[in-house]
């Protein structure tokens, strides 16, 4: 798998929450793996959790993301942790929003975390990226790397959620939704 995933100190950053292209590439990673360690791919997704997220979409690597990041708050001088936390606040309700070079705003948070205590994520509603609840990620993942078929059944994705420990899809607008994500992480 690239290593551009690799994050460096002090971001704290989940690829496999907010990046698409990193997305597409664990997809791509987990395809190719013999499929004998299942537990092994379901905890990596179930560290996804239970809420929404956003997913970045646009061009800029994790990288460039980290790097263009952090030159705004080297510019700032707001890169050390106590003026960080100053600009942010303590509070896990205070933020702020920066915008990078291809307009995308990202979200930054204090992370309790000497080494990764700039927690950066995609803002909401912001350019470049869209807004999917996790286990509707973590059903189209498992649903790819697991069973890959073109025509998708809702038999075959009620096979492959409770691996996640969620229940079988009931509801017509959650299956759209997977099918939707499914063909998002396709194309």
Not at 59 to 88: H, M, P, Q
Not at 157 to 180: F, H, Q, W
């Amino acid at each position: 798998m690239n290593t551009d995933y690799q994050i460096p100190e002090p971001f704290l950053f989940n690829p496999l929450k907010h990046h698409l292209e990193f997305i597409k590439e664990f997809i791509n990673f987990n395809i190719d793996k013999p499929r004998n360690d299942i537990q092994a791919l379901t905890r990596e997704l179930k560290h996804l959790g239970t809420s929404v997220m956003d997913i970045y979409t646009g061009s800029l690597s994790i990288r460039n993301i980290c790097s263009e990041a952090e030159d705004f708050l080297r510019v700032k001088n707001i890169f050390y942790k106590e003026a960080y936390t100053g600009w942010t606040g303590l509070n896990k309700n205070n933020y702020r929003i920066i915008v990078l070079s291809d307009g995308s705003q990202w979200t930054l948070k204090f992370h309790n975390n000497p080494l990764r205590f700039v927690h950066i994520f995609p803002a909401r509603n912001s350019q470049h990226s869209f807004r999917v609840k996790s286990n509707t990620l973590k059903s189209a993942l498992i649903y790819i790397i697991i069973i890959g078929k073109d025509l998708i059944t809702g038999d075959d994705l009620n096979k492959v959620r409770p691996l996640l420990g969620l229940s079988p899809v009931k509801d017509a607008v959650d299956t759209e939704a997977i099918l939707e994500m499914i063909e998002i992480l396709r194309s």
